[in-house]
């Protein structure tokens, strides 16, 4: 942690950027504590299935799988864990939901049993998340909170993941996965603000900025997201219009856009990388001396909507992680529908 505030020392405009940074979450946190007479949940039910994988660029290393499954429905408000999410500012429109999701991490050489020390180690993460997602139109923001709780380690099988995959598609099962960082609890909060900053009736500009801390990530990330196309606003909801509904009262029924979004991550622990905070009994992980302190993002996609349903594809790009590291390029296909 003293290298990447020397980072910030050493450079005034990173420093600027990150006590703004700073200033905005605690504003953000302290207005949000204001009374919701007017926040309303989201009547619309959405279920969304989500594939994340490297073969598309033809690598296998790095963030090698992700499988996300998320569930939007009104009644997990009453859950009691939506009383410890951080309240927002009234007159909002809330959606709660809860989210299964693993993700896989490997080296850059899979066909060795061996422990390469100076590389990424195996790392796979399972863990369920409870989250409150809220469109305020006054500020034309949305912010998300969500709460994770799961394992990083062999119990969130990854090597039975991958294998089974890689059989599918006759390729080989990676052989080091007996290396990889030991089991060990995933306890995150993640906390979430986008604002529109510009916009007209085919562009829009917005700012971001998320914070994670726990047992799993403790980063800060900011950046921007510029989408062109046909869209309804970026605060109105999440887009899918249930012609049965109130929610997408008003909203356009079909729409089309692409998007770019990049993105700076300042990152102070990674537990893929530097194994779980309580067991220290991986057979190898990575010293945060080696570490990157700033990970460079970019995003970039296309979405197709109609009615109920949405299509997304993604290409996501990520700067080194570590020293001898290299840059990383995956893509996803998600769906989601309102029901």
């Known amino acids: 942690m003293p290298r990447i505030y020397s980072y910030i020392k050493q450079n005034i405009i990173l420093k600027i950027v990150f006590v703004a940074m700073l200033q905005l979450l605690f504003y953000t946190i302290i207005t949000a504590q204001k009374a919701k007479e007017s926040s309303k949940t989201g009547s619309d039910r959405y ?3 989500k594939f994340q994988n490297d073969f598309f660029y033809k690598t296998d290393r790095y963030f090698s799988n992700g499988l996300v499954f998320n569930f939007v429905f009104p009644k997990i408000q009453k859950s009691p ?52 997602t ?11 909170n969500e709460l994770i709780v799961g394992i990083i380690g062999s119990y969130s099988y990854g090597y039975e993941t991958q294998a089974k995959f890689h ?26 603000i986008e604002t529109e900053l510009f916009s007209n009736n085919y562009v829009e500009l917005l700012g971001n900025l998320d914070v994670r801390a726990g047992t799993l990530h403790d980063d800060i990330l900011t950046g921007f997201k510029i989408r062109a196309g ?21 909203l356009k029924k079909f729409q089309s856009y692409i998007y770019v979004q990049p993105a700076m991550r300042a990152v102070f622990y990674n537990a893929t990388l530097q194994g779980g905070m309580f067991n220290k009994k991986s057979p190898v992980t990575m010293n945060y001396q080696r570490i990157a ?43 989601q529908v309102n029901f």
């Open 230 to 250: 046909w869209f309804n606003p970026n605060y109105s909801g999440f887009g899918q219009i249930n012609t049965k509904g109130e929610d997408g009262r008003g």
């Open 81 to 132: 864990l939506s009383k410890i999410l951080i309240p927002v500012k009234k007159a909002s429109l809330d959606y709660y939901g809860i989210s299964f999701v693993q993700e896989l991490y490997t080296p850059t050489r899979t066909d060795v049993p061996e422990i390469s020390v100076n590389d990424r180690p195996y790392s796979s993460v399972l863990y369920l998340g409870h989250k409150r």
């Open 47 to 49: 279920i969304e299935l």
């Open 293 to 335: 302190p700033f990970v460079g993002m970019l995003n970039s996609g296309f979405v197709l909507q109609y009615a109920n349903f949405q299509l997304k594809i993604e290409s996501s790009m990520l700067s080194r992680e570590f020293e001898g590291g290299l840059t990383h390029r995956w893509a996803s296909v998600g769906l």
């Open 167 to 192: 059989e599918a598609i006759n390729n080989n099962v990676p052989a080091g996965w007996d290396n990889q960082v030991a089991n060990d609890l995933v306890l995150n909060y993640n906390y979430s």
């Open 134 to 144: 809220s469109f305020i139109a006054k500020t034309k923001s949305k912010i998300s």
